[in-house]
């Protein structure tokens, strides 16, 4: 008895079927992984770029910086040099200090150097009558004293600027006065008193104290 033909491509087929399934999965996974790294990669790039033009940014305004202080520094420097003032005088003071326990004597003696104005003097290191060859008494009287001359004009204001020092001082103690803080801080008030006694028409550049005794 013949045996029924049975048909000889099914196993085959279903073999092939097995093959190509587990390699389009690997191909699969072969690209999200190519296309993940590819973006892993875009993305690094994009924030190291990020970063290093942040880094450099704060560079160059660390640059800039820097550039303005040092030329802020040459034109205060240029203007110290320029602003050169006259010294004036104001001679000894004999002051009683503020100590409550014990009477404290200051003897202090205060110049202040006050700015200069168109009108005055141009200051000279040498006289002016050896410029011109000491030719009579004309170059002498020519050789004006800068100082002198302010001393002229500010005799008017002398007696509050006086009276500004003594002020100050006579309401300080012994130890206020004593250390070089409590110095510089008396010199700020006098300065900023005076000030407003000129009120405008002049400034004090600097108060200079000279001798300074305290007993």
């Known amino acids: ?11 085959p087929k279903e073999n092939e079927e097995l093959v190509k399934l587990p390699i389009d999965n ?59 003032g006259i010294i004036v005088d104001l001679g000894d003071f004999i002051l009683n200090l503020s100590d409550p326990n014990q009477k404290k004597y200051l003897k202090v003696n205060v110049a202040l150097e006050v700015t200069r104005t168109a009108t005055d003097p141009q200051l000279s290191s040498e006289p002016e009558a050896k410029k011109s060859g000491g030719h009579g008494h004309e170059s002498e009287a020519a050789a004006v004293d800068p100082a002198a001359a302010l001393e002229a004009e500010m005799a008017q204001y002398k007696p509050a600027i006086r009276d500004v020092v003594i002020s ?29 006694i000129f009120a405008g028409e002049r400034e004090v550049i600097r108060v200079n104290f000279g001798e300074f005794i305290i007993q």
């Not at 049975?6 to 196993?11: E, I």
């Not at 072969?30 to 994009?46: D, E, F, K």
């Not at 006579?170 to 004593?178: H, I, L, N, R």
């Not at 010199?187 to 000030?195: A, L, R, S």
């Open 168 to 196: 100050t001082f006579s309401s300080k103690t012994a130890d206020e006065v004593a250390t070089t803080a409590g110095k510089e801080l008396v010199k700020e008030q006098i300065k900023e008193d005076v000030n407003a």
């Open 1 to 11: 008895m013949a045996k029924p033909n049975q048909p000889k491509d099914t196993k």
């Open 26 to 84: 690997n191909i699969k996974l072969v690209m999200i992984n190519i296309i993940s790294t590819v973006l892993i990669c875009i993305l690094l790039i994009g924030v190291n770029y990020l970063l290093q033009e942040n880094l450099l940014n704060k560079k160059l305004e660390a640059l800039d910086t820097n550039k303005e202080n040092v030329e802020e520094e040459e034109t205060n420097t240029e203007t110290d040099e320029v602003q050169k």
